[in-house]
């Protein structure tokens, strides 16, 4: 089934609630990079006019069997490090070299360029050299049963099932003309370096099981690799493999405990890292790209920037695979786990260095959930300041999944605006002086803006505070065309404890979460019903049981078919 | 004698010789070009030359191109002409080297850059490196080159990178070096791989086909280097080359800036000696996000806005030295990028071209530029070239009526001059409305 007609339908409601504020360029086309790219896309409101998506029943669209998820069916090509993974099944003393291909996201969209190519062209050269080979193959001259025995293992390995009988007979058709000219020892090799480089390898399919209909089921094999390399980032192990094998996998009982068992490997930890990462924005600041100013900040050192994205990953991923916890505990918590490999941060925090790993509780008041971590804190900032276009842009599409047209040509060159010529301005009156000297912009900022004004209490690097520049820092926020979530917070715990128990935070956080597990790029709210179904509708549900459901979800395994 | 075009790529000939041969010829010498572009435009008081007793003089942020200055010419009063309103400040950088207009709110290229013009008629890829891994904040920060409308050209940040791309074809150059077999062997892989990308095509979607067409050619590209072969020249010696360009980067921001201009510069100095490549980009900063190579801790473009209302505070008294010392670093770094070339043999057959996106305060009107090598393709060096401007070049973003006044020379002409410097035809280049065919004043075919 193509799109649900709902997108149609919603699309001028958006525009009704958000005028000029160009949500229709997000729908129909690529966005422009905005001042800093939201690491998901951004999804269209919900809200009717003079109402938000708190306020939206999605009731009445679930009935209707619209709104839910459909996705088509596509080629994923593999990260480097999926590549590597599947690489290393064929030699696991040799570990593969990680190639830059595509990132998550991408996957359904990247080609292969001339220099991803020319680096896998050299790498299967080099690890088919380090491939051992079975004692028949050492010796000219093989037979067909030893040849076909090895393409038979090799392709498992790499194609992450076994080859059909046409892959088998070109394989083996090749071999025996390398084998003619160049002997057997060089023709197996050429054929793992041709098998390293083919298609089968570098992507991993989704197209289902042939149909007449519109819809197809993803074959056994297509699901294991799906959910492997969601969970894992890694082609499914034996157990994986045996139960698509069996054909048992597609059963929900079977997958979920499939699912269940992959998540409490240390690969599923390392992913959901990952995912963290990328949900709170913290990338920049883990790469190095954002460095922050030693003149404003000298207390921010390079330990404390490494130690505080390492609290925060680990407390996220502690949250939803150990404590089992909902996403209002992840934004409200007052606690985290420290241990001693942080102790510039815990200093910096006015804490006492723990001697091992400890849950420990923020000094009172001055943290509210993962949002106000340090590491959140600083890198949704500037440099040398706090930035309410970073930290708004994260509430009002990071967790909200608002949406925010892309900036008009020519927004570049005043990106710095909203700071006045008082060098002793605070946020509050760079903003003030911002609306009314840019009131083109306020279409858009006025919506996303205002809201961070509550998150004020935490400077440019994360730390706690009450002044900003000499003056009290007056945190009160206004939230508006949301719907439900509209009015007046007084501080940033009331705002986020206001978002933690929402329908719109609960629901796009589980919109976060499919997109992430099945790499696709479909707005949620193009499927409501779906987000809402993940999520749970008393908003009780833990987050580790909204990542198993996006997983048992009928989305997740049914594609639009080939025409 | 027979001039042997390898030779003439890789200065084995010298440029008296070489323009002598090509007018005996009766066609137009084969050159190279290079863009080295650095953002945010410049501080014009102390950047630029003067003339001095009829002889280039150079202001101070360009102080270290005086031993090249009989190799150096700088124009004036050049202007963006397709800019329009929208499109009138950083983001110029998506059509400086196209200059043809951008489609309002795509953020992307019109047309094919000029490098890629060039590197399409010589049969070799365009060489498009930056040396800041910093991209920006968003593409039109520093994506100078397209290899068609919408299409960004892949940009290379690490010199280990750049190497790799090149080392097939500066170390398999001779004829034999690859082994006859081996060459087989790896072309059979190829083979094997375009078949099976073959009939995967034929099982999915159309958008999922057009992924595996690029694919498809991109394997072209592996085979195409796998096909080059050629005689090691003197000057094309890659010894050291592979080392020298994977040695660790300095971890201190404006060292490793300063390295990897440094070794993307060599590599491209020896991608032109060995004739492997003929067009290539150099981009060493980001227009917005970009650092601040002179130190204050701020990004370049900060900097350029600390008197602005818009800029960080308290900073105004630094901008009259510290813009011009950003200036002078970059100056630093393109003489040295000179002096690669010129050691190698290839900077009189080079045409290189200093660029930015905006003149100044975000006007795409009377740039400065400087260009430089190339004597042997015809360039004429040494001048200061005053070129006649109208108007106000300081009034900001988005001045189209300035830059499209008739009166006022375009930026596009540059670039004709390139393509027929470089060997194409002698013809307009970007969008027909504002280019009229190469500078007579910079430019005249041997």
Redesign the interface.
């Known amino acids: 089934m193509p799109l649900p007609h709902l997108r149609s339908a919603l699309v001028p409601l958006a525009l009704a609630a958000l005028p000029g504020c160009m949500g229709l ?1 997000t729908m129909n ?1 690529p966005a ?6 939201a690491p998901f896309p951004a999804l269209p409101p919900q809200s009717a006019p003079g109402g938000g998506s708190g306020s939206s029943e999605p009731a009445n669209r679930c009935a209707a069997g619209e709104g839910r998820l459909h996705l ?4 994923l ?1 593999l990260t480097g490090p999926q590549l590597a993974a599947t690489s290393a099944r064929l030699s696991p003393t040799q570990p593969p070299k990680v190639l830059t291909l595509t990132d998550d996201a991408a996957a359904s ?11 896998l ?2 790498e ?2 080099r690890l088919a050299a380090l491939t051992p080979l079975s004692a028949c193959l050492q010796t000219a001259p093989a037979d067909d049963a030893c040849a076909a025995s090895f393409i038979d293992d090799v392709g498992r390995r790499l194609f992450r099932r076994p080859l059909s009988s ?2 088998r007979t ?1 394989a083996l058709g ?1 071999f025996r003309q ?1 084998r003619t ?2 002997g057997t020892p ?1 023709a197996a090799r ?1 054929t793992v ?2 098998m390293l ?4 390898t570098l ?1 991993r ?1 989704e ?1 289902g099981l042939p149909s007449n209909g519109a819809a197809t089921q993803l074959t056994a094999e297509e699901l294991a690799s799906a959910v492997a390399f969601a969970l894992t980032d890694a082609p499914p192990d034996a157990p994986l493999q045996a139960a698509a094998d069996d054909g048992t996998l597609a059963t929900p009982s079977v997958l979920r405990a499939q699912a269940t068992r992959l998540l409490a490997t240390p690969a599923a930890r390392q992913k959901l890292r990952r995912f963290f990462t990328r949900l709170l924005r913290l990338e920049s600041l883990a790469s190095g ?1 954002l ?1 922050k ?3 404003a900040f000298p207390a921010f050192t390079d330990a404390v920037r490494h130690q505080a994205i390492e609290e925060t990953l680990r407390f996220a991923t502690r949250e939803l695979l150990d404590e089992h916890a909902g996403l209002p505990e992840l934004l409200t918590a007052s606690h985290t786990w420290l241990g001693p490999d942080e102790a510039d941060l815990a200093r910096a925090m006015g804490l006492e260095p723990p001697t091992s790993l400890s849950r420990v509780s923020w000094p009172k008041a001055q943290r509210h959930g993962v949002v106000t971590h340090p590491s959140v804190m600083s890198a949704l900032a500037k ?2 300041r706090t930035s309410l276009t970073l930290r708004g842009l994260f509430l009002w599409e990071g967790l909200l999944c608002q949406t925010v047209g ?1 900036p ?3 927004a ?12 002793d301005a605070t946020t509050r009156q760079n903003f003030e002086y911002f609306q009314q ?1 840019a009131p083109g912009c306020q279409s858009c900022h006025s919506l996303f803006m205002p809201p961070a004004l509550a998150l004020e209490r935490w400077d440019g690097a994360g730390a706690y505070r009450t002044t900003d520049h000499g003056r009290p820092i007056d945190t009160r926020a206004t939230v508006r065309s949301t719907g439900a979530l509209d009015g007046e917070y007084a501080d940033g715990p009331a705002l986020l404890d206001a978002i933690a128990g929402s329908a719109l935070a609960r629901d796009c956080f589980a919109a976060h979460l499919s997109q992430w597990l099945s790499t696709h790029q479909v707005p949620l709210q193009q499927a409501p019903c779906t987000a809402s179904d993940l999520a749970g509708h008393d908003g009780a549900r833990p987050m580790d049981q909204v990542l198993l459901e996006a997983l048992l979800d009928p989305s997740f395994a049914t594609r639009e078919a ?2 | 004698m027979t001039l042997r075009r390898r030779d003439v790529l890789r200065g084995l000939v010298t440029a008296p010789f070489l323009a002598a041969a090509a007018r005996a010829a009766g066609t137009a010498p084969a050159g190279n070009f290079l863009v080295f572009f650095t953002p945010n435009g410049f501080a014009r008081s102390q950047f630029g030359a003067d003339l001095s007793n009829g002889a280039l003089a150079f202001r101070p942020s360009l102080a270290a191109l005086a031993p090249y200055a009989s190799r150096v010419s700088v124009l004036t009063g050049l202007c963006l002409k397709s800019c329009d309103l929208n499109y009138g400040s950083h983001e110029n950088v998506v059509q400086l080297l196209t200059c043809r207009p951008v489609a309002p709110g795509t953020y992307t290229a019109s047309g094919p850059s000029i490098d890629t013009v060039i590197a399409q008629r010589t049969g070799t890829p365009a060489l498009n490196l930056a040396a800041d891994p910093v991209r920006g904040d968003a593409p039109f920060e520093t994506q100078i080159s397209y290899r068609a409308a919408g299409v960004p050209s892949p940009v290379v940040a690490s010199p280990a990178q750049t190497y790799a791309s090149l080392s097939a074809e500066l170390t398999s150059s001779a004829p034999g070096a690859l082994d006859a077999r081996r060459l087989a062997q790896r072309k059979s892989v190829l083979d094997f791989v375009r078949g099976d990308l073959a009939t995967l095509k034929a099982r999915v979607g159309a958008a999922d086909r057009q992924r595996l067409d690029l694919h498809l050619a991109a394997l072209r590209e592996v085979e195409r280097k796998l096909d080059a072969s050629a005689p090691v020249a003197p000057s094309c010696d890659a010894t050291g080359a592979q080392a020298a360009s994977q040695a660790a980067l300095p971890s201190e921001q404006i060292a490793r800036l300063k390295a990897a201009a440094e070794r993307q510069a060599d590599l491209i100095a020896l991608a032109f000696a060995c004739g492997v490549r003929r067009s290539a980009t150099l981009v060493m900063g980001a227009a917005i996000g970009g650092v601040d190579p002179s130190g204050s801790g701020y990004t370049h473009h900060d900097v350029t806005h600390f008197c602005a209302g818009d800029g960080p505070a308290g900073h105004c008294a630094e901008l009259p030295t510290r813009r011009p010392a950003i200036d002078r670093w970059y100056g630093d770094r393109f003489a040295y990028l000179l002096g690669r070339l010129d050691a190698l043999g290839v900077l009189a057959n080079t045409m290189v071209v200093w660029a930015t996106e905006i003149s100044q305060e975000h006007s795409p009107s009377n740039f400065t530029t400087v260009v430089a090598g190339g004597n042997a393709l015809g360039l004429k060096l040494g001048q200061r070239l005053a070129l006649p401007f109208t108007g106000n070049d300081d009034a900001g973003a988005g001045n189209a009526a300035v830059a499209r006044d008739s009166r006022n020379r375009s930026l596009a002409d540059l670039w004709a001059t390139a393509q027929a410097a470089t060997g194409g035809p002698v013809a307009p280049f970007g969008d027909a409305s504002f280019s009229s065919g190469p500078l007579p004043e910079l430019y005249q075919r041997p």
Do not use: H, M
């Open positions: 360029a086309a422009p990079a905005a001042a800093d790219d088509p069916a596509r080629l090509l969209t990247a080609a292969i360029d001339e220099l991803s190519a020319q680096a062209f050299d299967a050269e046409d892959e070109t090749w390398a000219q160049w060089d050429l370096q041709a480089q083919t298609p089968a992507y399919t197209l790209e460095q100013s030693a003149t440099p040398d892309a008009p040509p020519g570049a060159a005043s990106s710095t605006g909203g700071t006045n010529r008082d060098p000297s080939v025409p």
